[in-house]
Structure formats: structure tokens, C-alpha cells
């Protein structure tokens, strides 16, 4: 659970041509609490670009860069692109 959460942007060309996408980000989380080697894997480079992006933004506990080995990238972070609204919280 980040202490910071990420905030990816909708990238508009994709918005406007209805495309939407699922993306796993995976990161190692360095000794600040700050994720280093961020790679996603989206179906489309621009949803990537995008967590990428916003993963820079993030800020993890800095106790897991010494609970998860370095370079394994075994923290994950996943991100939805939708065009549907989110239900409402009731």
C-alpha cells in the first residue's frame, strides 16, 4: 500500500479513439520509499508512458526496500483506463 498514491493522466488521443487499458507496473522500492525500475506493461505504449509516469509520483513505506530484494522487481502496482464512470459510493 503506497503512502503516496499515484495519479495517472487519461492520455487524450487514446480517450478520444475509446481506448482503454489494464496495466501491471512492476518497481523496485528504493531506501527513500521512492519505486526505482519502473516498467509497465499495457497494451498500449501511451497507457505505459502514462503509469510510468505517475509511479514517479508514488511513496512506499522505505522499510520494503529492505524486506524486497533489489532488482526483482516484486512490487507491483496495477492501473485501469476506462471511459466508464466509477460507480458512485453509496
Do not use: I, W
Request: proline share 11%.
Amino acid at each position: 500500500m503506497p503512502l503516496v498514491f499515484p495519479h495517472p493522466y487519461y492520455p487524450e488521443p487514446e480517450a478520444q479513439n475509446g481506448y482503454e487499458d489494464r496495466c501491471t507496473v512492476r518497481f523496485d522500492v528504493g531506501a527513500a520509499g521512492t519505486p526505482e525500475n519502473v516498467t509497465a506493461r499495457c497494451t498500449y505504449k501511451a497507457f505505459a508512458d502514462s503509469a510510468e509516469a505517475a509511479m514517479q509520483d508514488a511513496r512506499f513505506d522505505p522499510a520494503l526496500s529492505k524486506a524486497l530484494p533489489q532488482g526483482a522487481q516484486c512490487a507491483g502496482f496495477n492501473f485501469e483506463y476506462s471511459l466508464e464512470p466509477l460507480p458512485e459510493a453509496s
